[in-house]
């Protein structure tokens, strides 16, 4: 008998980085277009409804040319930490670029998820 559990933590791996941002750790922009798929898929069967946000970065090139990428890939990570700790488990946060990203939410109490983000992100005072 042979084991084949390496090979498939590899293969469980490789979806994984297939479909997510190595940064952040959120879906890359084909995890989360599969998901809507999914959800969309969902609602023309059983009318489940979801929402959608796209949300945009102001003033991120800024700081990435003035700080530093070192600087802007930490702003990501905090800004990525920050929306998971604020959504459901069953939503979808993802990064579509550097400066953008989007929300899923799908069913019951899709509503009630406030995503709390700042209204600006000041490196300093995040970062400080």
Same mark, same amino acid.
């Given at each position: 008998m042979k084991d084949?559990?390496?090979?498939? !933590? !590899?293969?469980?791996? $490789?979806?994984? /980085?297939?479909?997510? *941002?190595?940064?952040?750790?959120l879906l890359n922009r084909r995890g989360f277009e599969r998901r809507l798929e999914e959800a969309f898929a969902d609602f !023309?069967?059983? &009318?489940?409804? &979801?929402? %959608? %946000?796209?949300? =945009?970065? =102001?003033?991120?090139?800024? +700081?990435? =040319? /003035? @700080? @530093?990428?070192?600087? @802007? =890939?930490?702003? %990501?990570?905090? +800004?990525? $930490? +920050?929306?998971a700790w604020e959504v459901r488990r069953s939503d979808h946060v993802a990064i579509s670029r550097a400066d953008a990203a989007s929300y899923e939410a799908k069913g019951e @109490?899709? *509503?009630?998820?406030?995503v709390k983000l700042p209204e600006q992100f000041d490196p300093i005072e995040l970062f400080g």
């Open positions: 084949i559990t390496e090979r498939r !933590q !590899q293969e469980a791996l $490789q979806r994984w /980085e297939a479909e997510h *941002d190595p940064l952040t750790g !023309q069967k059983t &009318s489940t409804p &979801s929402a %959608l %946000l796209l949300f =945009d970065l =102001d003033h991120f090139k800024p +700081i990435n =040319d /003035e @700080g @530093g990428h070192a600087l @802007g =890939d930490e702003m %990501l990570r905090r +800004i990525a $930490q +920050i929306v @109490g899709r *509503d009630a998820v406030v």
